[in-house]
């Protein structure tokens, strides 16, 4: 059985939701669905309030059955909703009018324990609270991994590219020669390029081959770049 506070002690009530109630006079595996009420009905029982009807029926003594008395009264009331053994489940109900009721609570009873049913917020918020955990551990640890910087020269091209983009320059050179006035001017840059003069931009060279009007633009300019 669950604890309860003792007034004047100052300690804190503890939640219905984390209590439990157990008779243990009474055999869990001898409970069914005549006797589920009657166990449920225990003044020791924390999750049961004595001032129900179903109280009241039991003082009076009353011959008719449980469900018939209830119906003609108003007020407090636990009934017998599930029924799978060893699962019980009890529901808490105010009685408006004999067709009239409103669900208040439900209590569930394992092997004779007797557990109250959280509500929906209390459920949900304990979900919540479960995935938040994990999902901070989460964020910490990605928080942690640092995006690694990339070098813009080693990400345009690869090592194969560079050491065989020479080779394809080269067969395609000997495959489709060049004019005599293109080697002359190859000639002219690649003196440049020995004297460290690199004060021309390679627009001026590509303005320079569109006036000469050349068909190897393009094979001129991969050999300059090159160079």
């Not at 020791?44 to 309030?49: E, G, M, R, T, V």
């Not at 489940?89 to 209590?107: A, D, E, F, G, H």
């Not at 004297?195 to 050349?214: A, Q």
């Amino acid at each position: 059985m669950g604890g309860q506070n003792i007034a004047g002690t100052g300690t804190q009530a503890v939640p219905l939701l984390h209590q439990s109630y157990k008779n243990p006079n009474f055999a869990g595996n001898l409970l069914n669905s005549d006797n589920i009420l009657d166990y449920f009905c225990d003044p020791a029982n924390i999750f049961y309030d004595q001032s129900s009807c179903n109280q009241q029926v039991k003082m009076q003594n009353l011959n008719r059955p449980l469900n018939e008395c209830l119906q003609s009264m108003n007020g407090i009331q636990y009934t017998l909703v599930g029924a799978n053994p060893p699962l019980f489940v009890i529901m808490k109900q105010r009685r408006n009018s004999p067709t009239n009721v409103t669900p208040l609570c439900y209590y569930y009873i394992v092997n004779g324990t007797v557990y109250q049913c959280p509500d929906l917020y209390t459920f949900i918020q304990s979900k919540l609270i479960g995935v938040v955990h994990p999902l901070r551990q989460a964020l910490e640890t990605a928080r942690q991994f640092k995006e690694e910087e990339e070098s813009p020269s080693s990400a345009r091209s690869t090592f194969y590219q560079r050491t065989r983009t020479a080779f394809i320059i080269q067969d395609l050179f000997k495959k489709f020669p060049l004019p005599e006035d293109v080697v002359s001017c190859c000639h002219f840059w690649s003196y440049l390029k020995c004297l460290n003069v690199s004060f021309l931009p390679h627009f001026f060279l590509l303005n320079y081959l569109l006036k000469l009007n050349l068909v190897c633009l393009a094979h001129l300019y991969n050999f300059y770049v090159t160079l």
